[in-house]
């Protein structure tokens, strides 16, 4: 569309900024909710006495609402809008959380830790979308690396909300911590998250014109006098069918298959590394630091994506990532021995890992027409969810058997290798079918003028 091209072909206003910056400060809610129990695990299971088998499934609780959330409220997204969703998903996340600080027994805890999961998965790829959204195209890329890096910082939070909390109050209450912070955010976003222009143009709810013109005057643009016309194929195609089917389906399966397996890989490490510090060393507050530093390196690598989309491509971006951490994660098996090497490798672990999911982040929205996009980031941000709620349960169920966590590490380096040939092969479909490229009016090269031969999707990053 005429209007969505120049929006995002011209310098992104102050009205852009903000509300790119509360999806930002939202996707802190996602880190700090899967870190904040893998930070509470060693007291956890000291004081309910829970075995490797049962924790990992403690761990998982919150991946597995976050994917339901993915599956089931995501793809609401296009059909009542981004910010809707967003707003009464962020409710359901704030209620689990503060469920949580009253959890008396594990099924308890289970319970609220799959509620807070539904409420954090339903609005994590629907904030994906509208960040895309509203970024420029020149921009799109360094954004998304920056929102990726939400995760990571609200994982650091909540290791250093740990460090100061657990000691003195108990487990218990670094819930609490995320709970209040959940609510502030959700008082924040009430009040500066925007509305998906793509949404209100593309689905046309009640008075969306008036709501358009709204957002324009907002963004310092002169109103419309009618809505744009559709395009015959966004008028006439299903969201689900245009996901799952011809070349863009094939291209949907391949982007879920690597994925499901970077955040397999990084879902393991980030739950899992104090745990087998502190059962490694005897020293629990050793296994929290370096769980802080393997996120404090995913915050550098998401900024590191960031920085580097700016002059390439994120496909070529994303196939070195996963490469690298496939590599680092073998290096940091062999490194368990001597803890501060270890710690040394967990920051590059970190970095490289959290480049590449954010390179997934980046690639995704492109694939798909406004119309589809939250159903399909949805659809593929649960299927990385369902792979993130087995590692840990796997990885439970491998120590439980005899395994050592030097051959774990070696273990997850095996997908982080599969993930680089589906990328690659992803990279292979979108030359070879262009004309499947929804994305039509915020793809493309960014810096110069693009190939014909080119897909239109990477420009989504």
Known sequence: MDLLSDIRESPMTRFQVVGIAVALSLFFVDGIDVAVMSYVAPALSREWETGPVLLGYLLSAGLFGMAAGSFLLTPLADRIGRRRLTLASLTVATIGSALCVVAADVPQLVAFRVLTGIGVGGMMANLNVL????ASNRRRGAIIGLYSAGYPIGATLGG?????????FGWHALFAVAALLSAVLL???AVLLPESLDYLLTRRPRNALARVNAILVRMRRE?????????????????????????????TVLLWIGYSLVL????????WIPKILAGTTGND???????????????????LFGALALRFRSLPILVGALTLAAVAFAAFGATLGAPGVAATVAVVMGTVTACAVSGFYAISPGLYSPRARSTGMGLAIGVGRV??????????????GGLTPRDLFLVFAAPLVAAVLATVALGVSQRRHPAATLMDDTAGERRRAPDPRTPATDGAA
């Open 131 to 134: 960040v895309s959204e509203y």
């Open 160 to 168: 250093l909300a740990a460090a100061l909390v657990i000691p003195t």
């Open 187 to 189: 008082l924040v976003s």
């Open 223 to 251: 109103p419309i006098m009618q809505l744009p016309d559709l395009p015959i194929m966004q008028g006439t195609r299903s969201p689900w069918r245009e996901v799952l089917t011809g070349s863009v389906g094939v291209r």
């Open 264 to 271: 397999a890989a990084y879902y393991f490490a980030t739950t």
């Open 285 to 303: 507050a050793l296994g929290v630091r370096v769980g802080l530093v393997f996120n404090i390196g995913g915050i550098a690598g998401c900024l």
């Open 387 to 400: 792979a993130s709620i087995l590692a840990p349960v796997v990885v439970g169920y491998l120590l439980n």
